[in-house]
């Protein structure tokens, strides 16, 4: 798989996803961020600023240097996942709450990803241009993230009754996306990918563990209430690591980038399946006590 593969099919497959997701989206999505002001910032907040920065602890921790320090620093950076929603219901969450972190993070991300890269490509590869200083760039990271959701969110808009039949097969195409995006990284850079398996390995999985417990743990301790909390875990431990390594491969033009993106989509199902099954019992647990406590009451 060439660089020239990669330069056509991503674009295109993150383009699907991302009108996939403007699909479910309405405006009431974003203004919906008003009922549940305590929740979405302190997500946005851990979303945002600390995720990158315990990435980059974890980066001089394992010894990532060059394009693969970079690239993680891009993945810290990235919004949620499309997969969050899925995994908040499983788990009990509130997806109203995940609906709207999506929203608001998919745009956050066109401004605060150029900024983590950009900052990251002169602390890693002594590069001062990075892509928050080119116009090019940054409108190339607003086309391939901002207009395709803009335009599922028009065509919902007029054609309510079709996006809604097309939830179940955009989640599907979704996963099948990641899958192939994944599978093109990981080939294209064959080499790099197993001389770095151990140390990439670990780093993702530890970092989709972490970021998994600060969505969860951080808002219980500012008392948001359990389903919001398990929105935000989800939302925050499903990076979108499809368009990770689209902004790495066609946006930073470095394939090499995009190899710890294609490493934290393999790894990254494991700890949600398992926090999601965690947090399931935790719910049915405590809604199991709720009832007794209401029975015992009458």
């Not at 302190?42 to 995720?51: G, H, K, N, S, T």
């Not at 990235?78 to 997969?83: D, H």
């Not at 900024?115 to 607003?142: E, M, R």
């Amino acid at each position: 798989m060439g660089s020239s593969i990669f330069a056509v099919f991503l674009p295109l497959a993150l383009a699907l996803v991302m009108f996939g997701l403007g699909l479910t989206l309405t405006v009431d999505d974003f203004a919906r961020v008003l009922r549940y002001p305590k929740a979405a910032a302190i997500a946005l907040v851990c979303q945002i600023v600390v995720l990158p920065l315990l990435c980059l602890g974890m980066v001089y921790l394992f010894g990532l240097t060059g394009a693969l320090a970079v690239g993680m620093m891009l993945l810290a950076a990235s919004p949620g996942g499309t997969s969050a929603n899925l995994f908040s219901h499983v788990a009990g969450g509130d997806v109203a709450l995940n609906i709207t972190l999506t929203a608001i993070n998919s745009v956050l991300a066109v401004f605060t990803m150029p900024v983590v890269v950009t900052l990251s490509l002169a602390a890693f590869l002594d590069d001062d241009s990075g892509i928050g200083l080119q116009p090019d760039k940054f409108l190339q990271v607003i086309a391939i993230v901002l207009i395709p959701v803009a335009i599922g969110m028009v065509v919902r808009r007029r054609f309510t009754a079709w996006a809604e039949r097309m939830r179940r097969p955009v989640k599907i195409t979704s996963i099948v996306v990641l899958v192939l995006v994944i599978v093109v990284a990981a080939i294209s850079e064959f080499g790099t990918f197993t001389d770095n398996i151990g140390r990439l390995g670990a780093i993702t999985l530890l970092l989709s563990i972490l970021s998994l417990l600060i969505g969860y743990f951080v808002p219980r301790l500012f008392r948001v209430d359990a389903r919001q909390s398990i929105a935000s875990a989800m939302e925050i431990g499903i990076h979108n690591a499809t368009l990770a390594i689209a902004v790495a491969v066609s946006v930073l033009e470095d394939e090499t980038m995009a190899i710890p993106g294609a490493m934290y989509g393999i790894v990254m199902f494991g700890p949600a399946a398992v926090a999601a099954w965690l947090l399931a019992r935790r719910s049915a647990r405590a809604g199991a006590d709720a009832g007794s406590e209401v029975r015992a009451a009458t």
